[in-house]
């Protein structure tokens, strides 16, 4: 498949890509990139100007800084999958990087661009929202923040406005007795998720959760939120029937379409699953001790 | 029609090359370039036989426009051989796929042993299964794989062994390259290691 | 008769010793890179440099591309096609429909099975993707740019999805251009003693019966489907190079369609990024862009997308299958008894033997020995894409070793026998050869239980059944599975007299030239797709000539060098035109014996060949010898009074009968309670398929086909909507599985010869994608076969595990996996 012709544009600072976005008729940002270009190709989208994000060496870091994790937007999957500060201490970070695509795909595209994509499908909203991470935009009238929770609208739809582009995503910093993971079903290398489910907690000095986020991938229009999860943790302490019903809670909340990847209902249960193991992951990254019972 | 003008470094060679914006990395290094090895296979991304080396990193370049490596340089199949691992012959990784026999139709060949080379450069001993990662992002349809994964471990033998050698000034001798029966001491070769093959 | 075998060359085992290689006392040793050798492959060293020459590596001075505008719908009736705005494109030459074919009677192009099917439709499109008009342009963007711009007004027509829909009454029919088809019925079949297996089944202690789907695959090889047409207003000759598995019927068939003579049309398959069968049939691309180079009089190239590939290319199986056993109650199988609904899709374009409607599926009593057999089937026509090749199969014996293998297991699981014990007890014993089936096939050897045995020893088959007993007992999250498959494939199609592709009969040929320094060129009428003829046929040659395997060029895939053949699939290369090969060498060999007489003063009589080192010696003297190389010297340089100078030879075989290498596989999964998935803790495959060429090579084909097995039996699947969409029409709907689902093989194999075949070889490159899927499945219902489950469909997702495990009360809860403790330290967690 082969492009339809379109004007490409490398401004190299966000205030040029930000003039571009006002001045161009309805341009298309190119950052990554591993999804869009496929697009281009079916001609899916066709748009008369491409902003190729790619020469904005300011939008290129992932950083701590003023008690956030800053990931600007032209950080590659694979900078998350390689840096020691994510492995030492965002676990859910450091499991959904390797999960994305493949090794090559994770070397170009960018998890603001994933961010930005807004396919359910995609990992990083789920690890954003239960992070309760912001997106900074920025657009003629300068920057913006937005929650996590308020970004997405629908697939590929969210509430950045025309003329804005993602400059950094961002997550609090760890605090003490905090844990985060990242579970993901997926049939093969490669394949988008099935169904997935990042989640985080913080204890309190007694061992009760006293926060806890909870995303999922692939089983609504949107990642969402699992809020009665989440609600049902808090207050809790951390034991394998407050997770299972957390599981239960998640997978009520989630509206999977059955598709030739799995029957609804089974992603429904894979949800709960998913939350279960991820919170188990979770709890022993916060510090406690985990036994598994396996074969 | 809008044209850029760009320069690409393939294989330690610059080209200036004036292309539409749309045209597909692939198709500048096949089309413009004639470096005909790198291949096309899909068109969502994910068979990998596109696979080549910018800037030191395996990328699809079918999910590339040749605008955006604008200067950047690249490597494809065709620039192992002058790469100083191959000493004037072939690069270990080609070695490798020929001796463990790494290929059957040889269509997916060149992206893998492009991916090959990336693992390596990243990581000189990597184990099975870091070798299965590093390839996942590349399809086969002959070879079940498991050829492959030998034929990088091959190479990385191959080039710990050149670096001892050059190291050791000496060192122990190459294994025959030429063919052998499978029989220890048959064919006058030195035998062929059949790990995981027949009745091991 | 080719098949005569000259003075020694009986088939006999070539490589057979205890530990199961080489045994340098009957052939090597002589390091000449013959029969047994596992030399390294000729062919490689173009393909690891980037110097192959793929159809898209083709280029053309003035040559102009070819993009193909299809049909978004699955059934719709062409209203009007507006060409104007495409032809307004910059680039844009021309713009072809049916209409302009009609002009040059090119519009309809004959399928293998003798079905007419639409180059461009001309009235009706029967399939998603169909082939409405061709853009040709001065290169692909430009093409794609106009193809964008072709206006097709559809009438859309209420689709027909699946074969069980369409042969309902009210379906509409799709074939209303078959004079009198007035329903989507395309063929019945049957096979066997209907009345005999009847009376069995009616008497037998024991009768178990499974619904089965072979879901529909595509053999998706990683290069798609292409052409480069070149017509030659000078020479009146057309020059298409072509992704073709059989360049010389294509050739016919080309000339044919377009009435060109055949002299004057040269097929040439450059190197062939796979092919599994995918590219056997003739394609519309491949006619619009001839049909398009000889109309504008200039080289034009097509090339497909792999969407397009996937979605309007030959499918392989969707065959809906009924099986039956009846039993003694202590496990003996007297009879089987199946039935078939085959989707054909829009056309009958299946891809076999034209006297064999249902394939050799009539192979479906596998390697037992049963009293009765009987199969019935009956194909329909439905709005999807013409298919039925054989991917990677001998033409429908992966869908006939599937039905028998997963009903042994299901009759084992019913009786509560051990699988590899209820084998054995009705395996067809190795006395029994050559064995007459009860569906009429001759099988020419066979030791099934030796290679079952040593399977089994390599599994380490009762440690696994330990260990799933213990995981049950224990609760445990994941289960074993153990399956095993005792697989017999029937390869190699002719003889000619029952075989034939629209009409030529599936001989195959081999062409020695031997140069007078002592090298020679051999060309052969099949076509390598990865399968290593360059060597493999070197290696027999070399064997058969006393020749270094090094002094030998194999060519194919150019009609007009090479000798006509059929060329490669079903695993026929080495079961034809290897035998093909042996035969032209024995013949160089024979001459040369008698060059050898006239430069040795001996009568020719009195000249042998000794095998082991490669001469030509007088009996009793092996003092007074003499090379191949100098006999090539001599037979250009002194040639004898008595012969013809030169040293040459050409063979066509037809072979007196198919081969039937067989084997066992046994695999072991773990299944995950928690999510259904699976995974491969080992996988055994012991192969038998005769003498043994290149045992590297013969690996390499077991590997590449094991892996295409675990697509088959965990995810491969073309899938649709109910309005005929294809939802599983590209690379990242059609699931391949990568190096990380792929686990590492472990192989062996037996050695029983075949006696008819010259150098007693059967074939093997399909046998592993044969014989896997059915100890796939095997494997993961044995994991649940003591709750009582006797099926899984393919492709067998997660979700289809766990709703089986779920069903029998098998699935799990992650909170019984884990326990969190907070110990003494509980109240205050230690700090990360």
Redesign the interface.
Known sequence: MKSAPFEHHEPETVAEAVSLLEALDEPTILAGGQSLVPMLRFRLANPDAVIDLNRIDELDYLEEADGMLRIGALARHVDIEESALIADRYGSFADAAPLVADPQIRNRGTIAGSVAQADPKGDWASVLLAHDGEVVARGPDGERVIPADEFFLLPYDTTLDENEMITELRVPTPLDREGSAYHKLKRKTGDYAMAGSAVRIVLDEEGTIETAGIGLTAVDITNVRATDAEESLVGERPSKEAFKQAGELAAEQSHPESDEHGDASYKERMVNVLTQRALADAAERAGLVVKRVTA | ??T?DITLTVNGETHSLTV?????LI?AI?EEL????????????????C?VVKDG????S????A??ADGSEIE???G??DHPDADGG?HPI?EG???E?G????????GM?M?GK?ILDENPNPTEEE???????????????????KSIQYASDKLDENGEVAAADGGRAETDG??????EN???GTG?DHT????? | MSSDFTDGDEPREFVHDDDGGPDPETHCGHGRGGMGEEVRRKEDKRFITGRGNYIDDIKKPNMLFCDIVRSPHAHARIKNIDKSRALDVDGVVAVLTAEDLLEHDLATMPTLMSDTQDVLVRDKVKFQSQEVAAVIAEDRYAARDGADKVVVDYEVLDPVVTAEEALKDDAPVIRDDIEGQTDNHCLDWETGDKEATDAIFEEADVTVSEQMLYQRLHPAPIETCGSVADFDPGKDKLTVHMTSQAPHIHRTLFSQVSGIPEHKIRIVSPDVGGGFGNKVPIYPGYVVSAAASYVLERPVKWIEERSENIQSTGFARDYDMTGELAATEDGRIQAVRTDVLADHGAYNAVAQPSKFPAGFFKIFTGSYDVDAAYGSLTAAYTNSAPGGVAYRCSFRVTEAVYLIERMVKVLADELDMDPAEIRRKNFIQPDQFPYETPTGWNYDSGDYEAALDKALEMADYEHYREEQQRRIENDADKLIGIGISSFTEVVGAGPGKTCDIAGVEMFDSCDIRVHPTGNATVRVGVQTQGQGHETTFAQIVAEELGMDVDNITVEHGDTDTDPYGLGTYGSRSTPVAGAAAAVAARKVRDKAKSIAANELEAAEADIEWDRQSGEFHVAGAPDRSITITDIAASAYMNHPASEEPGLEAVDYYDPPEMTYPFGSYIVVVEVDRETGEVDFEKFVAVDDCGNRINPMIIEGQIHGGLAQGIGSAMMEHVTFDDNGNVTGGDFMNYLLPTAKEIPNFETGHTVTPSPHHPIGAKGVGESPLVGSPPAIVNAVVDAMAHEGISHIEMPMTPDRVWETLDSVGLSRDPSDSFEIEFGDTGAEPADD
């Open positions: 029609m809008s850029k539409e914006p749309r045209m597909l198709h096949r004639d470096l005909t090895g790198s291949h096309i296979g899909c068109d969502t991304g994910n068979c990998g036989a696979t990193e395996a990328i699809k079918c999910l590339t426009f605008v955006q494809t199949v065709e192992m051989e072939l080609q796929f020929e001796q026999h290929l059957q139709c040889g269509y997916c060949t060149p042993i991916a990336a070798i299965r990662e590093g390839i996942s992002g590349n399809l086969c349809r002959c070879t079940g794989y498991q050829n492959i994964v030429g063919f052998t029966c499978g029989v048959c064919c006058g062929f995981g093959g027949d009745n091991e």
